[in-house]
Nanobody
């Protein structure tokens, strides 16, 4: 079974950048759609950015559009989330999720495989 591990989180100041990675192990995830979701303290988990298996289409939440970029390197079994101009409201646990046959890449319930999450904290 393919597993997904996130990395790259940390503590940064507002305006700085981070790059999150989601690495698959135990198999190839070339045909999986992959999404990044985040959960802030006391809030529900929300979709941040997603990408289809062939990078044919992407989705971004309005709150991150123009600041975050999702990309994937299928040969390396890795999906990235480049986060620029970070804001305190971007703070939360970021989860990588993957799924096969995903119709709506923004929907959390379309994804069947989840990583453990990586903490991102942005100070003001």
């Amino acid at each position: 079974q393919v597993q997904f591990v996130e990395s790259g989180g940390g503590l940064v100041q507002a305006g700085e950048s981070l790059r999150l990675s989601c690495a698959a192990s135990g198999g190839t995830f070339i045909y999986y759609a992959v999404g990044w979701f985040r959960q802030a303290p006391g809030k529900e988990r929300e979709s941040v950015a997603s990408i289809r298996w062939n990078s044919g289409s992407t989705y971004y939440a309005d709150s991150v559009l123009g600041r975050f970029t999702i990309s994937r390197e299928n040969a390396q079994n890795t999906v990235y989330l480049q986060m620029n101009n970070l804001k305190p409201e971007d703070t939360g646990v970021y989860y990588c999720a993957a799924g096969l046959g995903v119709k709506n890449i923004a929907r959390e319930d379309e994804y069947g495989y989840w990583g453990q999450g990586t903490q991102v904290t942005v100070s003001s």
